[in-house]
């Protein structure tokens, strides 16, 4: 992953799941993209290594106002925010990630080993061998559980990425992009536990 994960919790988690999804065939294909208008949840360590990622990109000012639309709509449920049908503001015109190397574990684990045109309408699914679904949400459940105790924090990646860009560069339009946000810390504290419990809802469904 681009950028500095500092965190050994964090790089214990990367390093497990890497192993296991190592060994998953997926139909996820380059340019499939409608599992990107999720809102993915971002620990603030990820936020950090995607904000360097975003400034190196040509004329990155201009993701600004669609981050600053999905921050102002990140306090919806995540059905709700899926069913506005709006794309990642961080994939390119082909649909493809303009910061695939740096991108979260919350894009990076998730995936479907099913008919990719049923992630359309919300309904792709995993039809993986027991051992590995479970594997899979032991690790999610253990993350959930164990980071908020090693001081990480996790927020929706546009909200959570802007201020990420407001700490590393100054200029207005970033100030401007931030304007009347809750902070990271201020978001987890009011909806950090109602999206753990919808994290938790999810993981235990079965695909």
């Known amino acids: 992953m681009a950028g500095a994960l500092v965190n050994p919790a964090l790089r214990v988690i990367y390093n497990e799941s890497d192993a296991l999804m190592a060994q998953v065939s997926t139909s996820c294909r380059s340019g499939c993209w409608h ?28 993701l600004l106002p669609a981050l600053r639309r999905d ?44 008919n990719p045109e049923d992630c359309r309408t919300g309904r792709g699914g995993r039809n993986l061998r027991g051992d590995y679904q479970e594997q899979l949400a032991a690790l999610g459940q253990r993350a959930l559980a164990y980071l908020p105790r090693a001081g990480i924090r996790f927020g929706p990646l546009p909200l959570v990425l802007l201020w990420a860009l407001r700490d590393r560069d100054h200029r207005r339009s970033v100030r401007e992009a931030t304007r009347g946000l809750p902070t990271p810390v201020r978001w987890h504290d009011l909806h950090g536990e ?12 079965t695909p």
Do not use: N
Not at 39 to 50: K, N, R, S, Y
Not at 196 to 202: D, G, H, L, V, W
């Open 194 to 205: 109602a999206m753990t419990r919808e994290i938790r809802a999810r993981q235990g469904k």
């Open 35 to 62: 599992c990107c208008c999720q809102l993915p949840v971002v620990f603030h360590d990820e936020a950090e290594a995607l904000a360097e990622a975003v400034v190196a990109l040509p004329g990155w000012e201009a």
């Open 71 to 114: 921050a102002l709509a990140a306090g919806d449920s995540g059905e709700e925010f899926f069913a506005r049908g709006v794309p990642c503001a961080l994939l390119r015109e082909d649909r493809t990630c303009s910061v695939y190397a740096s991108r979260p574990a919350a894009c990076r684990y998730h995936f479907s080993d099913g």
